[in-house]
């Protein structure tokens, strides 16, 4: 099934991938791109900070369903639940200098 290669790892099938299934080669670009930018074994920046980058990118592009999944990603990854609420916070205010980030 299509939709199995979307699931996230609460097994749930994310939005995105629920609109790739009308239009299912369109899975294989967005597929790529998280392999290669979010999961490849060559990365060295932690994944946390990649979702940060993610929050960062998807609220720049006014994608409300992509912030949520980012975040979500990041949320799970921080582990701190505080500090991952400045992150975002500081990201919706765009408002850099107040990333709470060394």
Do not use: Q
Not at 11 to 32: F, Q, W
Request: proline share 5%; glycine share 8%.
């Amino acid at each position: 099934m299509l939709c199995d290669r979307g699931k996230g790892p609460d097994n749930n099938v994310d939005n995105i991938m629920m609109t790739h299934s009308l239009r299912p080669h369109t899975m294989e670009g967005h597929m790529a791109i998280c392999k290669y930018v979010l999961h490849h074994s060559g990365n060295t920046v932690p994944k946390w900070f990649l979702e940060v980058l993610g929050v960062w990118g998807s609220r720049l592009n006014e994608c409300d369903c992509c912030v949520e999944h980012h975040f979500s990603g990041l949320v799970r990854l921080m582990k701190d639940d505080g500090k991952a609420s400045a992150l975002r916070a500081a990201i919706e205010a765009r408002d850099m200098p107040a990333v709470p980030l060394e």
